[in-house]
């Protein structure tokens, strides 16, 4: 049986195979912004497993498209418990499945602190049982710049390297958007420590987070997260 799990965001769809025990095979990446190239790009098969964050229009048109070509679909929500991922809201419907998703992946006997870049900054801290101890939910580096420019047009939405005390408008701009995401992210990680009573790993998956990760200290890159996380719930739910 021929089974694909697609991760559609705000900005991309990704998707990739089943292949041998479970394992995900080659990750395919497309841009939605072009309202037709991104369908017609998708692959057939019999079995699809569906994770979306998109708008409701973006996600009815890759169910429309997926319902030609495979025989059953699977759209995956959030859920209170899945094998050893317990999670913190109390309402399931509010936690994002991207971020369920990344932490099932991550929930490994480890303690951990998820790390998700996109449109949106996340963090969820799980201790090494997979009990979710909560999150933080910001807007990306990307987002703060472009709401910068929004309010005050000269600032520009985009340029300009990281360091620390900049000497130009651009980098300035560009360190001080990192800046508070890594600031963040160093802050979560000391109260994360002090929760749990260990340093947990830091996970970090999301197509924003490449500009961090030189800033960041040690982690695990995982940008297939919440694949990942969706060939658990397979495993887990359908297999």
């Not at 495979?70 to 971020?99: C, K, M």
Request: proline content about 5%; overall charge negative.
């Amino acid at each position: 049986m021929t089974t694909w799990l697609f991760d559609l965001g705000n900005t991309r769809l990704k998707y990739a195979p089943l292949v041998a025990d479970g394992q995900l095979g080659a990750v395919h990446a497309v841009a939605h912004d072009d309202a037709e190239a991104w369908l017609a790009a998708l692959p057939e098969g019999e079995v699809a497993c569906i994770a979306s964050v998109a708008s409701p229009a973006r996600r009815v048109a890759l169910l429309d498209a997926l319902c030609t070509r495979f025989q059953r679909l699977h759209r995956v929500s959030t859920e209170p418990a899945l094998g050893p991922l317990r999670i913190a809201y109390a309402n399931p419907a509010h936690l994002g499945v991207d971020r369920f998703l990344a932490m099932l992946a991550a929930a490994d006997g480890r303690a951990a602190l998820v790390l998700g870049v996109g449109t949106a900054l996340t963090l969820d801290v799980l201790d090494a049982h997979g009990q979710h101890g909560g999150g933080r939910i910001a807007p990306s580096p990307a987002v703060m710049r472009e709401a910068l420019h929004a309010r005050a047009a000269q600032l520009p939405a985009r340029g300009g390297d990281y360091t620390e005390f900049a000497d130009d408008t651009a980098p300035a701009l560009t360190s001080g958007c990192e800046g508070a995401a890594l600031a963040l992210i160093e802050r979560s990680l000391q109260h994360a420590t002090t929760l749990l009573g260990q340093v947990p790993r830091l996970c970090v998956h999301g197509g924003g987070a490449q500009a961090l990760r030189p800033h960041l200290s040690a982690h695990d890159w995982v940008p297939d997260a919440v694949l990942q996380g969706l060939a658990r719930w397979h495993a887990l739910r359908i297999a």
